[in-house]
């Protein structure tokens, strides 16, 4: 099983050869987020831009300008909160073809504590009109939302993860926008998830079918565009939806579905796991999914428990 | 006055004929801020003579061909200068003159700041201040990667560049070496507001208001950062054309250049020169006449020669 910054690294480095107008930008953290191997490979379309990330947004949009198809590197948190004024102004206003890639996204990234855990980035670039905003859930899915990002022609935000996740999806996988996936069938209960903790949740779902309790997963990779009606079509019926996501609760994939689902009239009940309006801290990968609910023993502990509150005595 | 060339072909022109231009299309500006009651003057008119010589006479750009991958690039990164930019392209034919009046209105071309996405001929969205100077780079990085010879060129202010974003970029551009790139910094000595003037400052102020550098020996700065620094009077098309050429010319160190234009903010109306409060202002009827009289004169003879009909088809 491959991390999935390896993943990246390599299809870099792929598309380089592949195509000639791909240019990688990096805010010297190419040894952490792996596009040291696009370096190595095509040192003429590697540009170090140094600490400064701002600069290295315009520059890019500079590149774009200029036809060439330009792939931001550094961990999220630079991008959607450090260089959020030129990715507003000249990515997602000018629609220009910057693909930006925030490494180290979520939860799981070293005990480096709060100043560089983001886990607000889904709920910026949602709120951003033109952008496109990706989470993949595993390898296969991040290689086809790459193939896709180097063709589409305009702004793309992706957040990929540094550790290795189970493959979930066949090497075949192809990416459609705003598409939603199910994964697992069941009647009980919609569990709806992002990123790699589908993976955990999928993992949930087991032991909740341990339990007798029948849970259908659908995943959500792309969280814009989105093929709303699909979405409501996956949830409909049920009197309970559950989602999970290594974010905050508010304005992620929570906030999506709970927009998505009230659309339209009455609603199910809808429980958010995630980060609860807090900042994150120092520690280890364990820690934080048991601290915000999300490893797979307490995301079906959560959902059996809810369930069982319904359930008259 | 001599009259201006029908050629679209860029060609050489004379000081008087550049500094004519300028006139008019600072009479342009005053007409489209009254009209739309909002807007920027100090400024458009400040950095008027640089931008003016830029396409009137340095630029390889062709109106009729906006998206030729080949032609120079202008990235204006004081953005709230837009009237300033639209009037020149309007005078240079990349849209007609009538259409100056749809300035700051909605579903208009000619937004507040200019947008990429909008008007053929602006080639960066700016306006939140400090960004301009990294698309720049971005753009000279791709010439040099691209093997194209194309010039970049970014208009700053000199109150933009308190940015930190803009440093960033200053180093990058020193680091690649682009000496495809030419930063101008329209050096008016004025920000919107300010600090006051007080008696120990007063050698450096500009009017009633503290410089936004005061203290600060800004070429020995960008000189120490890697740059090449030519400064120049920003009104004299003389001085303004070889400073040009010297950065078109590029440098054998491989530095880029930054010319540092000193200009009077408010640049051709009297009322206006150095006077920090028409940083952004509606001129009063009795302004607007002034400024008809003061700069109204040269309208006639300009667009009596001018390739482009009023309305921008082609006589």
Redesign the interface.
């Known amino acids: 099983m491959k991390a999935m910054r390896d993943v990246w690294g390599e299809k870099l480095v792929e598309l380089g050869q592949s195509d000639p107008r791909t240019v990688v930008l990096d805010g010297d953290l190419a040894n952490s987020t792996k596009v040291d191997k696009f370096a190595k490979a095509h040192p003429e379309r590697f540009f170090q831009m140094g600490i400064a990330e701002q600069n290295l947004i315009g520059a890019a949009a500079g590149l774009a300008s200029v036809g060439y198809v330009p792939w931001t590197s550094s961990f999220t948190v630079f991008f959607t909160h450090r260089a959020i004024d030129p990715v507003r102004m000249l990515v997602a206003q000018s629609h220009a073809n910057v693909k930006i890639v925030g490494s180290y996204s979520g939860l799981l990234i070293g005990a480096v504590g709060k100043t560089h855990l983001d886990v607000q980035d889904l709920a910026i670039m949602r709120a951003m009109p033109d952008m496109t905003v990706l989470a993949p859930a595993d390898g296969p899915e991040l290689l086809a939302m790459m193939d896709w990002a180097q063709t589409y022609e305009g702004p793309v935000y992706l957040r990929i993860v540094r550790d290795a996740v189970p493959d979930l999806f066949g090497p075949d996988h192809t990416f459609t926008p705003g598409a939603v996936h199910r994964l697992r069938d069941g009647s009980d209960v919609a569990l709806v998830s992002t990123g790699p903790q589908t993976g955990r949740v999928l993992a949930a779902a087991d032991q909740l079918a341990a339990k007798r309790i029948e849970a259908r997963v659908v995943h959500v990779g792309c969280l814009k565009p989105l093929d709303e009606d699909a979405l409501r079509a996956e949830l409909a019926g049920y009197d309970l939806v559950v989602t999970a996501e290594e974010h905050s609760v508010l304005g992620g994939l929570g906030g999506l579905v709970a927009e998505v689902l009230t659309a339209t009239g009455p609603a199910p009940r809808i429980e958010r796991i995630g980060v609860r309006d807090t900042w994150g801290e120092s520690a280890g990968n364990d820690f934080m999914l048991t601290k915000h609910g999300l490893s797979a023993e307490l995301v079906s502990r959560r959902v059996a428990g809810v369930l069982g509150s319904r359930v008259p005595a | 006055m001599t009259a201006l060339s029908t050629d679209v072909v860029q060609q050489e022109r004379d000081p008087g004929e550049l500094a004519a231009i300028a006139q008019q299309a600072r009479w342009q500006v005053i007409k489209a801020v009254t009209n739309a009651k909002a807007g920027h003057i100090g400024g458009p008119l400040s950095m008027m003579d640089l931008l003016v010589n830029l396409y009137f006479d340095e630029l390889n750009v062709d109106p009729t061909r906006p998206d030729d991958?080949d032609r120079d690039?202008f990235i204006l990164s004081k953005g709230h200068a837009a009237i300033g930019l639209y009037a020149v392209l309007a005078l240079k034919g990349y849209l007609p003159l009538d259409e100056l009046a749809t300035f700051d209105k909605g579903d208009s071309r000619l937004q507040g700041h200019p947008?990429?996405?909008r008007l053929p001929g602006v080639?960066?969205?700016?306006?939140?201040l400090g960004?301009?100077?990294?698309?720049?780079?971005?753009?000279?990085?791709?010439?040099r990667?691209?093997k194209?010879d194309f010039h970049t060129w970014v208009l700053l202010g000199d109150g933009e560049i308190q940015e930190?974003?803009v440093w960033?970029?200053v180093?990058?551009a020193a680091?690649?070496k682009l000496a495809n790139l030419t930063a101008i910094v329209d050096r008016n000595g004025l920000q919107q507001f300010g600090l006051p003037s007080s008696e120990e400052t007063s050698l450096t102020d500009r009017g009633d208001r503290r410089d936004p550098w005061f203290g600060v020996d800004l070429a020995a700065v960008f000189h120490a950062f890697g740059w090449r620094v030519v400064e120049i009077d920003g009104h004299d098309h003389a001085q303004i054309k070889s400073a040009y050429d010297l950065a078109r010319a590029g440098d054998q160190q491989g530095r880029p250049t930054v010319i540092l234009a000193h200009t009077v903010k408010g640049k051709g109306l009297s009322l206006a020169e150095g006077v920090y409060t028409w940083h952004s202002i509606v001129p009063t009827q009795e302004d607007f006449e002034r400024a008809r009289q003061e700069l109204e004169a040269d309208e006639l003879d300009v667009l009596d020669n001018h390739q482009l009909s009023r309305t921008g088809v082609k006589a």
């Open positions: 991958p690039r947008d990429v996405t080639d960066s969205s700016t306006g939140s960004q301009g100077l990294s698309v720049g780079v971005g753009m000279a990085l791709g010439a990667l691209g194209k930190g974003m960033e970029a180093q990058a680091r690649y």
